[in-house]
């Protein structure tokens, strides 16, 4: 869809720099009238070049004006970007690797007409739009810097669901089970709330510093939605800070009164949540800008976006399967897809347990303890062809729909191969696993019962050697064991996989953010270096030239809202009996620093997350051993920080894709955050007075699930600590072996990547992401992951290959309408049924849960008389 040409430059933005090549410096963009009408060469054409045949009519009419100088210096700089990127076709790389080998090619360009020709109109096309199909399907390569974007309207929509999101998910945090409202229920609200207040508010408005701000200023459009959505996604999380404040209060916890403070919860809260926006806003060059940083989260967010606001508009039809021909529109086909899996959802979530854990081998033999422990969904290890049909259950780890094949594929690989080595621990008894369940996130004493940490700890929650030495060391299932040796893994992978793969972009980005915080480069060749390759990334990226239409967030407004949340931290530290240094804020933050680049490149890659709370509590217990509330702090820290780093970053993205000036975002990020921040706290001041909380007996169902994971969390690695476990002679000192698995697989899938460039198996194979997959286990299973394998090899290897424009239209909106569905279903039963304890009782929701499925007695071992235990003898274990 063409944009309105742009005459006037809107105040405080300015003009688009010219292309460092020249090409595009004096042109509007060029968008022929598309037809239905297209023949078949131009059908085979595309693809061969893996695009629809929409944008391969544009990037014909603007490759027409390409030399042939110019298409091979944009064809050697595309080589050098994604020659290693498995999210670029391997096809389009090796036709780059043809034209850019053969000089008879450039010698008699006469021979060579079909490649040249090609090679020109994927120059246009990266040039001109995005390399990647997936983000050309739903993000628009044309801007409108006159749309407005941060209009007093879109301000009230998204501080009114910021406001009601933070309360809902603070308030029901501490319910089992929980409810979680994400950030596309008030996307998908803000939407007739704001076409209500375009109907009926007047144009009224006010002038300030010579802009004019009106209550009504035309039609609400995709700028003001997105940066609504962007409000309620900043404000969806609770303070992770909260979980310390619970452990700290409650006297079946630590039982430290004083942390009732409001001061103390709003300066640590403060603290950890605006840390991560200094970080994502220093880490922009590395995470937002470069093109290969797809966030494949933020196209199904932008695909809803587009269905609302130019799904009504489509008209052009496109081939899908069976020779079928649509024509529906994007919001249409939204609403069909939405209504469809709202009802369905009803059965698996409510009606027909069956459906969610369709473990139907354990039905054979319920009672048969090896068939449910390989099989089982629910307790098991989930080895079943058809385990679920629950789009939940299918979307937990990976949403298939949203990213590419080879993501989800190495995910599933990882969780398969890890299987079996929980299969070889358990039916070996390593670590005494046997007599424990097999795949359980529990910790257990050496009767195989829940561990009490209550048992080993002081009246004031401090470790108690005596105690310990007469209770039980801690063990672990087989699942558990093994999901910490590849968290040991993933962690030395990830850095790996940094240096080796992208130490150019790295090197790239540290170059100019010092080149911008030292304000203006000096006449050097290293900075004319820096500036032509800039300047060659910027080329080949026309996001990235849209966006440089509007003034640029300066590095200093990060630099002080970090500065400041780091002076919180201390604050609040420091200023309460933490029995905590202040130097856990600055320990924490360089943990984050280390990881934050990597692996926000591997999640803007491939969608994938790896996140740091193994590694922040194993370092931070082993650094303030026996102090439960450090190490807590020090895993809020280095944990959370990064994540919310990587939250905000995909944030940056999105106002990136749409075009929003940045200097809204930063302040649509902001805002928010201090709100939801202040109800957050409010919410857990409520509830914390409230009798009984966090027991069995509490109103509500407010058991605490959360809170009680934590505490065991902080027992675990801050009181016990892990030397005790990991030191020398722990019993699962062994698993360490993984930091040095993690360094050797990710090397030898690099030497195999320059042995054999163009293999298509080891071109997209992620080892980062394979040991990622091996993380799900305890309590989760095969059952969570396999499903999502054929779903995503229908979408993006047969619609996408086939039926490219079918896939473009419709693939990203399907994920939306049935994220949306699931989401306001499970609340709608919630509220309307579960809250009142009306369930629905038969076969078909008990089932699942028959059997060995359903009891944790049915393990490989047993203690044969009362009193007996496993394990090391008590006063062998320290």
């Known amino acids: 869809m063409a944009s309105k040409e742009i005459t006037e430059t809107p105040q405080g933005a300015r003009p688009p720099p010219a292309s460092p090549l020249g090409i595009l410096s004096e042109k509007k963009p060029i968008v022929p009238d598309f037809s239905d009408n297209v023949s078949d060469s131009s059908r085979d054409e595309g693809q061969i070049l893996n695009v629809t045949e929409d944008d391969l009519l544009e990037a014909k009419a ?125 996307q998908l609200l803000a939407y007739p709330f704001g076409k209500l207040l375009e109907k009926t508010l007047p144009d009224w408005g006010f002038t300030l510093f010579g802009v004019y701000h009106s209550l009504n200023p035309g039609p609400f459009n995709k700028k003001e939605h997105m940066l609504i959505t962007i409000m309620a996604n900043v404000a969806k999380s609770t303070p992770y800070t909260n979980y310390i404040v619970w452990i700290q209060v409650l006297p079946q916890y630590f039982n430290q009164p004083w942390a009732i403070s409001v001061g103390y919860q709003v300066l640590i809260a403060l603290s950890t949540n605006f840390i991560g926006y200094g970080l994502a806003g220093l880490c922009r060059r590395f995470l937002v800008y470069p093109a290969y940083c797809v966030w494949p989260s933020s196209l199904v967010t932008i695909a809803l976006n587009a269905a609302f606001h130019d799904g009504a508009s489509e008209s052009a039809s496109v081939l899908g399967p069976l020779k079928s021909v649509w024509k529906m529109t994007r919001i249409r086909f939204f609403a069909w897809a939405f209504g469809l899996m709202f009802l369905y959802f009803w059965l698996p979530n409510y009606l027909f347990a069956a459906l969610s854990y369709f473990s139907w081998i354990t039905w054979i033999a319920p009672n048969n303890g090896d068939l449910a422990r390989i099989t089982g969904g629910y307790r098991g290890l989930g080895l079943n062809p058809i385990p679920s049909f629950d789009w939940n259950i299918f979307t937990y780890v990976v949403d298939p729909l949203m990213v590419p094949f080879f993501s989800t594929f190495n995910v599933f690989l990882g969780t398969f191969f890890s299987m079996f080595v929980i299969i070889a621990i358990y039916y070996t008894n390593t670590f005494n696993t046997g007599f424990l369940p097999i795949n359980s996130n529990r910790t257990y004493d050496h009767f195989g019962k829940i561990y009490k940490v209550a048992s080993i700890i002081d009246e004031r929650g401090i470790f108690d050697g005596e105690k310990y030495e007469q209770y039980s060391p801690p063990f672990l299932s087989a699942g558990n064991a093994v999901v910490y040796l590849f968290f040991f893994a993933v962690y030395s992978a990830t850095v790996t996989y940094g240096i080796l793969y992208h130490r150019h972009e790295i090197m790239l980005g540290l170059r100019d953010a010092w080149s911008a915080i030292k304000w203006k480069k000096n006449k050097n060749g290293d900075d004319q270096e820096i500036t032509q390759e800039k300047a060659d990334r910027d080329a080949l990226d026309i996001h990235n030239r849209l966006m440089s239409s509007y003034k640029e967030v300066p590095e200093w407004w990060y630099m002080i809202c970090l500065v400041i949340s780091i002076g919180l931290g201390i604050a609040g530290i420091a200023a309460y009996p933490t029995n905590t240094t202040p130097a856990v804020v600055l320990y924490g933050i360089a943990l984050c620093l280390v990881f934050v680049v990597p692996i926000g490149i591997i999640k803007a890659m491939t969608g994938v997350e790896v996140t740091l709370n193994v590694l922040a509590e194993f370092i931070g217990g082993v650094w303030v051993e026996g102090n439960a509330i450090a190490m807590c702090f020090f895993k809020s820290y280095g944990y959370v920080t990064a994540a919310h780093a990587l939250s905000f970053s995909a944030d940056l993205k999105l106002a990136h894709y749409i075009k929003i000036a940045p200097r809204f975002t930063f302040f649509a990020q902001m805002v928010p955050t201090v709100v939801s921040t202040f109800i957050s706290v409010a919410v857990l001041q409520y509830q914390i007075h409230i009798d009984k909380i966090c027991t069995e007996d509490a109103p509500f169902r407010f058991t605490c699930p959360g809170p009680n994971t934590f505490f065991t969390a902080a027992v675990f690695w801050g009181t016990v600590g892990p030397r005790k476990i990991w030191g020398v002679g722990g019993q699962y000192a062994v698993t360490l072996v993984g930091f040095p698995i993690g360094v050797a697989v990710v090397a030898i899938f690099y030497l195999l990547s320059l042995k054999w460039p163009k293999n298509a198996i080891i071109r997209n194979a992620h080892p980062v992401v394979m040991f990622n997959g091996a993380l799900i286990w305890a309590p989760y299973t095969l059952a969570y992951v396999w499903p999502a394998v054929p779903v995503a090899a229908f979408s993006w290897l047969y619609l996408r290959k086939r039926f490219l424009g079918f896939w473009s239209k419709y693939n990203f909106v399907t994920s939306a309408a049935f994220s949306c569905a699931v989401a306001i279903s499970g609340i709608v039963i919630f509220f309307a049924l579960q809250i009142s304890n009306i369930e629905v009782d038969w076969w078909g929701n008990s089932v699942p849960f028959e059997g060995c499925e359903g009891a944790v007695s049915c393990t490989l071992k047993q203690l044969e008389n009362e009193g007996d235990y496993f394990g090391p003898r008590i006063g062998e274990f320290h």
């Open 62 to 186: 603007l490759a027409s004006t390409f030399s042939l100088e110019d298409t091979r210096r944009l064809m050697q700089r595309v080589h050098k970007q994604h020659s290693r990127d498995p999210n670029f076709p391997i096809s389009i790389i090796e036709r780059i690797e043809e034209f850019l080998a053969s000089e008879d090619i450039f010698d008699n360009p006469e021979k060579h007409e079909r490649l040249i020709q090609e090679m020109k109109i994927e120059a246009a096309l990266i040039t001109n739009n995005s390399p990647y199909a997936e983000v050309r399907a739903v993000v628009d390569n044309h801007d409108d810097p006159t749309m407005p974007a941060s209009t007093l309207r879109a301000w009230f929509i998204g501080i009114f669901f910021s406001c009601a999101i933070s309360f809902i998910n603070s308030f029901f945090d501490v319910r089992l089970p929980s409810i979680y409202v994400i950030q596309t229920v008030p």
